[in-house]
């Protein structure tokens, strides 16, 4: 069983910056591709960014390109979304997600583990 648990989330105004981290029990942490995906209320539950099991391939929504960057430290067991350039429409609870596996998927269905989420709120 692995265990997610995000940090880091809260309320900025448009224009900040927030990091959120996303500590995992998994053992080797190597094994699994990491998610980030966001959920509006309202709204489906959206890919935001993934990064492979040894950091070498990642990909990004196109709404969040250029803004949101995803990174991980297996050493420590962590993986990090620094999103600059926040905007309203980033609003949402934010999750963190792992599969077993080397490479990224998009597809929340594609991903065996999530943590409870952390809220972004981000006011205009």
């Known amino acids: 069983q692995v265990q997610l648990v995000e940090s880091g989330g809260g309320l900025v105004q448009a224009g900040g910056s927030l990091r959120l981290s996303c500590a995992a029990s998994a053992r080797p942490f190597s094994s699994y591709a990491m998610g980030w995906f966001r959920q509006a209320p309202g709204k489906e539950r959206e890919f935001v960014a993934g990064?492979?099991?040894?950091?070498?391939?990642?990909d990004y929504a196109d709404s969040v390109k250029g803004r949101f960057t995803i990174s991980r430290d297996n050493a420590k067991n962590l993986v990090y979304l620094q999103m600059n350039g926040l905007k309203p429409e980033d609003t949402a609870v934010y999750y963190c997600a792992a599969r077993f596996g080397a490479n990224l998927r998009l597809l929340p269905r594609e991903y065996g583990y999530w943590g409870q989420g952390t809220q972004v709120t981000v006011s205009s």
């Open positions: 990064i492979s099991y040894n950091g070498g391939s990642t």
